[in-house]
């Protein structure tokens, strides 16, 4: 008879020497342990490994590990190794004689933890090893390789569904620490993951103020801002090369010590500049993105974006940097017409396939959302990340400063009841068509000027609409299905305010969002 199966938090503390589980992991350590697949989104140093070497550990047979960098992969099991777990890697790192060696051990049941990189594992000769191995389960580490949105896509990652058909009763769990909506729905379609339970978690910042101010006189905010900082270490991002120049010397003149840094400067200066941000005290970085690898500078006290950022996603990293120490930083954003402008444009010269644009359209647009939401910031941040926060954070500019809202129950039942009745199917454009009364081709061709929302929003402009639009958005209760050609559909809570049961609050005067040209395609 073989012995007991042993309990994760008696692993827990006898082998890792760990008192209790963080957040989330108990639930996905038993989750797993009890056979279920599942997506596992965590920030980085959130705990994701425990997340499958536990379970791999109170499974029979080994634990598979997926896993694209070797580097990590010998990281992972030399730790392992010294707490008495017995793991291995195998990958384009070891020679024929070790290979070999790990595969035996494989087969003998003698691992509890392999690691092997995606092309190893989908060749014939480890598939068939792995017939002969019982195993406890398979985890896909960096999940998000398997989505050509992310940024970091491997074609090998994509026939790794082969493993749910070879093994359909082996629980899977794909981990990752880089998921915004769209990516993650992507990813959980092409891991064959999209019946699985999502567990996210981890990503409050609760020490960084989230403040977002209009752009109108940005030096004269930004001086203001950083006068009650001196002395204190922060980044200031800019979009352009140019401009992170241009403010630098202007900080210089308002007596900041600050430096440039973009990937313009040679090396040197770039080196030298990055050194002295990280070793003195109170220095100013202004950068472009290009500066962000390896900012390991637990004081940064503040982050500045004097542009908007890309996406919800950079946004969360670029401001992650402040306040690694846990103490009170500050993320300032302005927000100007001309970054939507600039970044629509982008958007509309970009060479993706349509696909991929209708993916940016759909970031660009929560960004938006971010911005113009009269919602508690982290609540609305947090939730872009699938993460729920109960109550309103009170530290974010919001929270200390409520926006004036106004009651836009009927307005947001006529949006919402618009893209009902024409069947959650179409985007942005036709729906606004069809509220204001337009009679375009589409329009008519659909039987859309027939239908009682037709024209009910007429008083109200196409951008009045468009706000609303993506307020309800950022509420929730209006989701783009990229799957449908950035088709709007009904969120959640949205049938409440269609019976009348729940007031919608939407904010007063957003500003309003310009496309570079009014191009009417969508
Ligand atoms: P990720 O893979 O999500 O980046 P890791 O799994 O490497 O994160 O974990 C980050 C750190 O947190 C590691 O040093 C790990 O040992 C530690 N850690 C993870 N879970 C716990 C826990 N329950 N209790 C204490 N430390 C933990
Ligand atoms: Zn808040």
Not at 172 to 196: C, S, V
């Amino acid at each position: 008879m073989s012995p007991p199966l042993p309990q994760p938090l008696a692993v827990l503390r006898d082998v890792f020497g760990f008192d209790a589980f963080r957040g989330q992991q108990a639930a996905i350590v038993d989750h797993v342990i009890g056979g279920g697949d599942c997506l596992v989104v965590m920030p980085t140093g959130g705990g994701k490994s425990l997340c499958y070497q536990i379970p791999a550990l109170c499974r029979t047979g080994v634990g598979v590990v997926v896993s694209p960098l070797i580097a990590l992969m010998q990281d992972q099991v030399e730790a392992l190794r010294q707490v008495g777990v017995r793991a291995a890697a195998l990958n384009s790192a070891l020679d024929a004689n070790e290979a070999r060696a790990v595969e035996r051990a494989l087969v003998k049941g003698d691992l509890d933890l392999v690691y092997v990189a995606p092309e190893r594992l989908l060749t014939d000769r480890f598939l068939d090893l792995l017939d002969e191995a019982p195993i406890a389960l398979f985890a896909i580490d960096e999940a998000h390789c398997v989505s050509q949105w992310g940024h970091d896509f491997r074609p090998e990652y994509l026939q790794l569904e082969v493993l749910h058909r070879r093994y359909p009763t082996v629980p899977r769990i794909g981990l990752t620490a880089t998921a915004d909506g769209p990516t993650r729905a992507d990813i959980a379609k092409r891991l064959g993951l999209d019946e699985a339970p999502l567990f996210m978690a981890g990503f409050d910042r609760p020490n960084i103020r989230y403040t977002v101010v209009p752009k109108l006189e940005p030096r004269v905010g930004l001086k203001r801002f950083l006068d009650g900082r001196k002395g204190e270490a922060g980044i200031i991002y800019c979009m352009s090369r140019a401009k992170v120049e241009t403010m630098a010397e202007w900080c210089v003149a308002q007596g900041v010590p600050a430096l440039p840094y973009h990937a313009g400067l040679d090396r040197e200066v770039r080196a030298c500049n990055h050194d002295r941000f990280l070793k003195e005290d109170g220095v100013v970085m202004v950068a472009t993105i290009a500066f962000g690898m390896g900012i390991d500078k637990p004081d940064v006290r503040f982050v500045v974006h004097l542009d908007l950022p890309k996406t919800i996603e950079s946004y969360y990293q670029e401001t992650g940097r402040a306040g690694r120490d846990g103490l009170p930083s500050e993320a300032l954003l302005f927000y100007g017409l001309e970054d939507v402008a600039r970044l629509r444009q982008l958007m509309a010269g970009s060479e993706a396939a349509e696909t991929h644009k209708r993916v940016e359209k759909a970031k660009l647009e929560a960004l938006l959302g971010f911005c113009e939401s009269a919602r508690c910031r982290r609540q609305v941040l947090l939730g872009y990340f699938g993460e729920t926060l109960e109550k309103p954070c009170g530290n974010c500019d919001i929270c200390l400063n409520p926006v004036k809202t106004r009651d836009g129950t009927i307005e947001a039942q006529m949006a919402l009841s618009c893209i009902y009745r024409t069947g959650e199917r179409f985007g942005a454009v036709h729906v606004i068509d069809v509220l204001i009364g337009h009679e375009t081709e589409k329009v008519k061709s659909f039987g859309h000027d027939q239908i009682k929302t037709f024209g009910v929003g007429k008083e109200r402009s196409r951008d009045a609409w468009r706000g609303t639009i993506r307020q309800l958005a950022a509420l929730g209760l209006v989701e783009v299905d990229l799957e449908r050609h950035g088709a709007l559909v009904l969120g959640q809570g949205s049938r409440e305010v269609l019976r009348g049961e729940r007031r919608v609050e939407l904010r007063e005067d957003p500003p309003p969002a310009i496309a570079p040209k009014r191009s009417r395609s969508n």
